[in-house]
C-alpha cells in the first residue's frame, strides 16, 4: 500500500470484496441494501468504528466510482482531518477534470453552490450570505416564465403571442385579434433566448412557457405601422404577432410591453421588454 495506512475500529465493520494494486471494495453488512465502497490509496485514510456509524477520513481527493451507494445515513458532516469543521469547499468533476459543481463555505460568510457550463464560466450561483440568499443566473437566460396549458388545435411556437382562453379557465390560446384586453404574454425561448426560471411542469406540446417579465423575442407585424425602440406593443389581428400601440385609450389593459428593436417592414421577431399592462 506504498505506505498508507488503513486503520480499522473492528473487524467485523466490514470485509473485503474485491481488490487491486490501486483501490479496495469494502461491503458494510447489516444494510438494506448492501453497498461496495471503493477507496483509493493514493488519497484516502479510512478509519472505522461500531457503533452506532463508520466514519471516513479523506487527506486528499476523494474519487467516487460511477456506482449507486445506498445507506442508512441520514446526514453526515465533511470534516478537516484534525476533526473541525472548518471552511472548505467541494468540487464535481466530469470525465475531462472541470469542476462542473462547486459547493463553497467561506468563513463565516455563508455557503454557496455554483453551477458551470463546459467552458468553465458560471451559469447559476447559489449564495446564503450573512445579508440574505440570492440567486444569480448568467449568461442568456433573460426573463421569468411560467408554465400555462394551451390550446391543442393552436400551432404555437416560441416568440408567439397567447391571450386567456375563455372556454377553458387556466389555458391560453393563440392572439388573433387587435388590443386584445386578455393578452398572458409571449411563449419563451424564441431565437435561443431561454427562460432564467420558469415556473410549473416542463414543457410539452399541451404545455408552453410564458414570459411574464424580463426580455424575450416575440413575432411582431410592421404592417399596422413601423416599430421603434421605445414603442408600446399590443395584440393584432396577426396570429400570435404584436403590433405597436396607435390608440393608447384603446390599449389599456392589453399593452404587452416595450419595444427594444426596429421593425420597418413585414413580420419578424424583434427582442422585446414585457410588461403587461
Not at 9 to 36: C, E, N, Q, T, Y
Not at 40 to 61: H, W
Amino acid at each position: 500500500m506504498r505506505g498508507k495506512r488503513l486503520t480499522a475500529g473492528s473487524v467485523m465493520v466490514g470485509f473485503i470484496v474485491g481488490f487491486s494494486a490501486s483501490h479496495f471494495g469494502l461491503l458494510k453488512p447489516g444494510m438494506v441494501r448492501a453497498a461496495i465502497q471503493h477507496f483509493y490509496f493514493n488519497s484516502v485514510r479510512i478509519g472505522l468504528s461500531l457503533p452506532p456509524l463508520s466514519d471516513f477520513f479523506a487527506t486528499g481527493d476523494l474519487i467516487v466510482s460511477r456506482r449507486t451507494f445506498t445507506t442508512d445515513l441520514i446526514a453526515g458532516t465533511l470534516k478537516d482531518p484534525d476533526g473541525t469543521t472548518t471552511s472548505g469547499r467541494v468540487r464535481v468533476r466530469d470525465e475531462q477534470g472541470r469542476d462542473l459543481v462547486e459547493v463553497m463555505a467561506p468563513e463565516n460568510q455563508g455557503g454557496s453552490i455554483a453551477v458551470r457550463g463546459p467552458d468553465g464560466n458560471t451559469t447559476v450561483q447559489i449564495s446564503g450570505g450573512p445579508s440574505g440568499g440570492s440567486i444569480q443566473l448568467n449568461g442568456r437566460s433573460l426573463d421569468l416564465a411560467e408554465t400555462f396549458e394551451v390550446r391543442e388545435k393552436d400551432v404555437l411556437e416560441p416568440g408567439h403571442v397567447v391571450v386567456i382562453d375563455p372556454e377553458k379557465p387556466g389555458r391560453l390560446r393563440i392572439s388573433a385579434r387587435a388590443y386584445d384586453s386578455g393578452v398572458a404574454g409571449m411563449i419563451a425561448g424564441a431565437d435561443g433566448l431561454q427562460s432564467g426560471v420558469v415556473l410549473g411542469p416542463q414543457s410539452d406540446d399541451a404545455h408552453k412557457p410564458v414570459a411574464l417579465s424580463g426580455r424575450v423575442y416575440t413575432w411582431a407585424d410592421a404592417a399596422y405601422g413601423k416599430i421603434k425602440p421605445g414603442d408600446l406593443l399590443t395584440t393584432s389581428p396577426t396570429p400570435g404577432h404584436a403590433m405597436r400601440v396607435s390608440d393608447l385609450a384603446r390599449a389599456q389593459g392589453s399593452i404587452i410591453g416595450k419595444a427594444m428593436e426596429d421593425l420597418d417592414q413585414g413580420k419578424g421577431r424583434i427582442l422585446v421588454l414585457v410588461n403587461l399592462q
